[in-house]
């Protein structure tokens, strides 16, 4: 019972705040799901409208491999941050680098997708509204794998030096929400430029 004379339930009395860095996290992934939600728009609505060529169809490949890659990152992400909570340092570090390799190995096929379109299609930002509506969107994503890459290469450069201890393992997986929004919103781009176009 409290000073009021109202019983309050032990469940009740049990809840806590939630962690600031998981609140934070949501909120941003919130914020940047409306960024690309825009950006998409954008997309779908522009596709066929260029008065130009090229079309979607006449130069994009589709990155099946750099894609599958991307996506078992977030596995491998997640392994590793369940491994750090069981105390599995090692196990952690190497589930980590792998992550980070699947990331790095997207990044560079997307430089590779994007220096033979502008170098041997000669199609650029300026090219038509289908070139910059998707280098617009797919730069974006990439950015976001960037800045991902560089989080993921500090917390590795920390786990190297044995910095990353299981009481870390909560920081680990707030910055693995990051990881799997990135994931995830490269399934929705991937269906819409290289499925709808």
């Known amino acids: 019972m409290s000073a009021t004379g109202i019983e309050i339930p032990a469940r009740a009395a049990a809840w806590k705040l939630p962690s600031r860095g998981r609140v934070g996290m949501l909120c941003l992934i919130l914020a940047e799901s409306a960024i690309f939600a825009i950006f998409i728009a954008a ?9 130009s060529g090229p079309t979607p169809r006449q130069i994009l490949t589709v990155p099946i491999v750099t894609s599958v890659g991307l996506w078992l990152s977030s596995f491998t992400i ?3 941050v369940s491994a750090l909570a069981k105390g599995k340092t090692a196990l952690f570090a190497a589930l980590w680098f792998i992550t980070l390799a699947l990331g790095a190995f997207f990044i560079a096929g997307t430089a590779r997708e994007w220096r033979h379109l502008i170098f041997d299609e000669g199609f650029t930002i300026q ?26 290469t500090v917390v590795m450069i920390f786990a190297l030096f044995g910095k990353v201890k299981p009481e870390h393992h909560e920081r680990c997986e707030i ?18 430029v290289y499925g709808l176009s």
């Open 175 to 192: 910055l693995s929400l990051y990881w799997h929004f990135v994931d995830v919103v490269w399934v929705v781009v991937f269906i819409v």
């Open 127 to 152: 090219t038509n509204l289908f070139g910059t509506t998707y280098y617009a969107l797919v730069g974006l994503h990439a950015s976001h794998v960037i800045i991902g890459l560089l989080a993921l």
């Open 43 to 51: 997309y779908i609505f522009y596709i066929g409208k260029s008065l």
């Open 78 to 80: 997640h392994w590793a």
